[in-house]
């Protein structure tokens, strides 16, 4: 069974930084890409950030570009987040999802109904 287990939000005042993880198991990161998104609240689904199976990175919002860094530890199995300079604006649920589907996940920007999500860590950004 395919699961994922997002790890590492928080309360970070602005201009904080976090490092969010996403822990993959019943599978291999190895062979498929993955990706992070995230919902604020009364918001629709943003995709950030997706790092294919040959750790090509994709960047989809320009809001995080500079800021947000997507890496994979392949040993661990596990996808990484790094977020500085965090601004009010970043609060929201993050998510990390997949579609096993060769590299598809970095090819559907918002996700969709065929992707593995994870159940999300919020990161809340407020002084």
């Known amino acids: 069974q395919v699961r994922l287990v997002e790890s590492g939000g928080g309360l970070v005042q602005p201009g904080g930084s976090l490092r969010l993880s996403c822990k993959a198991s019943?599978?291999?990161?190895?062979?498929?890409?993955i990706g992070w998104f995230r919902q604020a609240p009364g918001k629709e689904r943003e995709g950030l950030l997706c790092?294919?199976?040959?750790?090509?990175?994709?960047e989809w919002a320009d809001s995080v570009k500079g800021r947000f860094i997507i890496s994979k530890d392949r040993r661990a199995n596990t996808l990484y987040l790094q977020m500085s300079n965090l601004q009010p604006e970043d609060t929201a649920v993050y998510y990390c999802a997949t579609d096993l589907d060769y590299d598809r996940a970095c090819m559907v920007r918002d996700g969709d109904s065929r992707f593995t999500w994870g159940q999300g860590t919020q990161v809340t950004v407020s002084s």
């Open positions: 790092i294919s199976s040959s750790e090509e990175v994709t």
């Open positions: 019943g599978y291999t990161m190895d062979y498929y890409g």
